[in-house]
């Protein structure tokens, strides 16, 4: 507990964080395997969705909180992640046998797709800023998914064929159609599973936490509090500003490969700007740079409208209320000074000062 | 004869954008808020004038005019409830608010309303239009009177922002609140007007477009809502005729490029052209760019 209290205050959340999502992870695992009926039908049902949008919300977190750019397009890399590790997976299914070697592969695949895209968007996107730059992930978001939903993919023995807006492709006997445009993606087996799931949020907080306390981290956070000091002393902002955006991209790519292997059937509208509004969500209601906050934030918000199913058609007037009181609860002044009043007497210590967000 | 069809249609669809985009842009010039429950407040006003107009037989105007005051009493007590607390918080907090409202608009009209379409009645009949060019040309009466109603509204507006007093006032708020607030002018009443005019002219805005589209769903102004919202970065946001020049080019595009690329590839197109802008001129065609100071 003296150890405990010794470290510092970074190291201490990440501490807690990884003992977090591990022990949810085991209590979660035991109670599938001893309990009798498990977690229930609905929070089973949800596992491997709640394990994705975690990491869509860590991945958000590193560009909106640590980095401080406003993305409004995160799904559209989502997107691009599950239609390309969906498209790799079912193109290996022959090949590779072994299902978590496919899934992992498809993932790394997604990943890499997703960065590429990242990459080739930040570069026109990072040198806006403020809400100029986030007019423009969402328009990315949007363009990418009306892309996607007209685009043609399938394979058979001659190679790989590719059309765009109409189905023109013919193909060979004993074929796979990979993406069916505004079809979307069929898979026929769903081979994500929530252990897969688990590892994967594991992997993006080990980046992210690696990658906010290097140096890179640290010039990214520079950046982003005065971004006129940082370059007076040195630092390439767009150049680090790029680096936390394609890592994000990377992240999102990846969970949306779990996520597109856990449907049997998914389409490019289901990743639209609702969707970035979510993660968004996710990330604002969590704290901004509060790795811990995006991981509660995520599973209890993904939960929350499915536990509400007992108020059936009020449920989604219920999410709308709550998250706004919630937002007001959490910001306004004269609240804020009456919890944190209370806080001090239990603490008995003055609340250290918070981690720089952007606001 | 076909492009200047596709150019009256655009610049008609533009207004619509433009009315809409109008709301985004004064009330970020003031508030420094993205207000992104504006696209359904459209929504409730079309749900306004056609319960109006098509269950109780009301004239149209009548119903019109019932649509903007509900809206306008709407959209007060949304700055009221959700946004006002909010006034010191960080401009996140508020977008989110903006979007938990948005939530909450479009759930209570599927409550109350259900989620199938309605069919709305038109301002007036569609089938009215003049034939120019020996009937080669013609232009629908609706669109005309989309057209109008902008052009009324702009014009109106200017002459509100530039000679009255709330307007001026409105006008030195979104120059310097704390300045605003030491030469004797109500912030807080100010910012509520604005919201108040932003709300009406979305009630516009939406009777326009249901006309046009006859359909009327719960997520009727989302879509619309994003688009005009890019209408106003795509002028400048904060300047209110860059929100008329922004809306009118978005609609012009999008109709253009639904006309002679591919209808699927409309929005995508819309985004792309406004991301180029962007590029060019960061603060958008009629924006001030702002000189960052050490």
């Known amino acids: 507990m003296k150890k405990l209290r010794q470290m510092k205050r970074s190291t201490r959340s990440r501490v807690f964080t990884y003992a977090l999502v591990i022990v949810a992870f085991v209590v979660i695992q035991l109670l599938r395997t001893f309990k009798d009926g498990g977690v229930g039908s609905v929070l089973e049902g949800q596992l491997i969705p709640i394990c994705a949008y975690i990491v869509m919300a860590l991945a958000l977190n590193l560009v909106v909180g640590i980095s401080g750019e406003l993305s409004l397009g995160h799904a559209g890399f989502m997107s691009i992640g599950a239609f390309a590790g969906s498209a790799f997976a079912i193109a290996l299914q022959g090949s590779v046998t072994l299902s978590p070697l496919r899934l992992a592969l498809a993932m790394v695949f997604g990943a890499i797709v997703a960065a590429v895209l990242g990459f080739l968007i930040s570069v026109p996107v990072l040198r806006l800023n403020g809400d100029y730059l986030a007019i423009v992930t969402l328009a990315f978001g949007e363009i990418i998914k009306s892309i996607v939903t007209n685009i043609y993919l399938a394979v058979d023995g001659r190679g790989l064929h590719f059309s765009f807006l109409n189905d023109t ?191 | 004869m076909v492009f200047l069809n596709y150019l009256i249609n655009g610049i008609s669809l533009g207004s619509i954008y433009a009315i809409i985009a109008l709301g985004y842009t004064m009330v970020y010039g003031i508030a420094k808020m993205l207000n992104f429950a504006h696209g359904d407040v459209i929504m409730v006003g079309s749900y306004i004038c056609f319960f109006a107009v098509s269950t109780y037989q009301l004239p149209t105007v009548v119903g019109i005019l019932l649509a903007m005051a509900v809206c306008t009493v ?69 669109t005309i009177i989309t057209i109008a109603v902008c052009i009324v509204i702009m014009l109106a507006l200017t002459f509100f922002t530039g000679k009255t007093k709330m307007g001026k006032a409105m006008r030195a708020c979104s120059e310097d609140k704390a300045a605003a607030q030491l030469m004797g002018i109500n912030v807080n009443r100010t910012i509520s007007m604005t919201f108040a005019i932003g709300s009406a002219l979305a009630a516009i805005a939406g009777v326009l477009l249901c006309s046009a589209y006859q359909t009327l769903v719960p997520t009727t102004g989302s879509m619309p809502g994003i688009k005009a919202f890019t209408a106003a970065v795509f002028g400048g946001i904060g300047s209110i005729p860059g929100a008329l020049l922004g809306g009118l080019l978005l609609g012009v595009i999008e109709i253009l490029a639904g006309g002679y690329i591919s209808t699927q590839l409309q929005n995508a197109i819309v985004f792309a052209v406004l991301i180029v802008v962007l590029l060019v001129k960061p603060a958008g065609l009629l924006g001030k760019a702002v000189r960052e100071k050490v």
């Open chain 1, 169 to 359: 492709i013919e193909l060979a006997d004993g074929g796979v159609e990979l993406i069916k445009g505004p079809m979307g993606v069929m898979n026929t087996q769903r081979i994500s599973s929530f252990v897969a799931g688990f590892v994967l949020v594991l992997i993006a907080l080990t980046v992210i936490f690696n990658l906010v306390n290097s140096r890179t981290g640290r010039a990214i956070m520079a950046a982003r509090d005065n971004r006129i000091a940082a370059e007076s002393v040195g630092i390439s902002v767009t150049k680090y500003k790029m680096i936390a955006f394609v890592v994000s991209a990377a992240l999102a790519g990846a969970a949306g490969t779990l996520y597109g292997l856990s449907q049997t059937t998914f389409v490019a509208t289901k990743f639209d700007f609702n969707t970035s509004i979510l993660i968004l969500v996710f990330v604002v209601l969590g704290g901004l740079g509060n790795m811990w906050g995006s991981v509660i934030a995520a599973a209890a918000l993904t939960i929350l409208p499915e536990a509400l199913r007992q108020f059936s058609e009020l449920r989604m007037l219920v999410y709308a209320i709550v998250l706004i009181l919630v937002m007001i609860a959490t910001n306004n002044p004269t609240i804020r000074g009456f919890f944190g009043r209370i806080g001090d007497k239990f603490r008995r210590r003055a609340p250290e000062e918070k981690g720089g967000a952007v606001q």
């Open chain 2, 74 to 142: 709407l959209g007060v007590v949304i700055e009221g409830l959700a946004y006002k607390p909010l006034r010191q918080a960080g401009s996140l907090a508020v977008l989110i608010t903006a979007i938990g409202v948005s939530y909450f608009l479009q759930n209570a009209a599927q409550r109350l309303w259900s989620s199938n379409p309605k069919i709305f009645p038109p301002i007036v009949p569609r089938e009215w239009s003049i034939s120019l060019f020996n009937g080669q040309l013609s232009i629908s009466v609706l």
